[in-house]
T-cell receptor
Framework: AQKITQTQPGMFVQEKEAVTLDCTYD???????LFWYKQPSSGEMIFLIY??????QNATEGRYSLNFQKARKSANLVISASQLGDSAMYFC??????????????FGKGTHLIIQP | AAGVIQSPRHLIKEKRETATLKCYPI?????VYWYQQGPGQDPQFLIS???????DKGSIPDRFSAQQFSDYHSELNMSSLELGDSALYFC?????????????FGPGTRLTVT
């Protein structure tokens, strides 16, 4: 079974600072995908970034980067130069690797990030 | 760009009633996923379909059923509703079933059972 652990229920960060959201995972599958989603108070789930288990380089998407440490089974999200609009719930997720096809995502409990002016 | 469409956006039902949620994937996407997110909880995977066939099954109650139609839209049918079914129900779609294929989420249907 796969498991995602996010140990930071909530974080307060000053605007313009960088922030790191922690995510560790547990899986026995050799192939897996790791995803980060943002959920604002309005409720929608917004895809931010993903990392494949065989990717050699850390993924980056604009102000988002993923610090992937395979040996430590961690996939931390780094947001550079945080903005007030970054205030939201952030979920780390892993693609279930049952090999059967359209596998669902397993989510962590999330981190509630609040950016302060 | 076109996104995933879910209807209705809000639904209020009483206990023991039935509900049907609809999902229209992004054009050309052939794979649909359903998730349930209870208040203050993380999303839980329910079920998925690829090319109109059930593909993966998560924690979907027996009272729920779903299918994907020839035009790739999907419906989640929920019967004998319970208070605990009150949640935000997401549909997501993807093009293909690859491990690294991004799942695009719809805006969700907020179901309230009274």
């Amino acid at each position: 079974a796969q498991k995602i652990t996010q140990t930071q229920p909530g974080m307060f960060v000053q605007e313009k600072e960088a922030v790191t959201l922690d995510c560790t995972y547990d899986t026995s599958d050799p192939s897996y995908g790791l995803f980060w989603y943002k959920q604002p108070s309005s409720g929608e789930m917004i895809f931010l970034i993903y990392q494949g288990s065989y990717d050699q380089q850390n993924a980056t998407e604009g102000r988002y980067s993923l610090n992937f440490q395979k040996a430590r089974k961690s996939a931390n999200l780094v947001i550079s130069a945080s903005q007030l609009g970054d205030s939201a719930m952030y979920f780390c997720a892993m693609r279930r690797g049952t090999g059967g096809g359209a596998d669902g995502l397993t989510f962590g409990k999330g981190t509630h990030l609040i950016i302060q002016p | 760009a076109a996104g995933v469409i879910q209807s209705p956006r809000h639904l209020i039902k009483e206990k023991r009633e039935t509900a049907t949620l609809k999902c229209y994937p992004i054009p050309r996407h052939d794979t649909v996923y359903w998730y349930q997110q209870g208040p203050g909880q993380d999303p839980q995977f329910l079920i998925s379909f690829y090319e109109k066939m059930q593909s993966d099954k998560g924690s979907i109650p027996d009272r729920f059923s779903a299918q994907q139609f020839s035009d790739y839209h999907s419906e989640l049918n929920m019967s004998s509703l319970e208070l605990g079914d009150s949640a935000l129900y997401f549909c997501a779609s993807s093009l293909g079933t690859g491990l690294f294929d991004e799942q695009y989420f719809g805006p969700g249907t907020r179901l309230t059972v009274t």
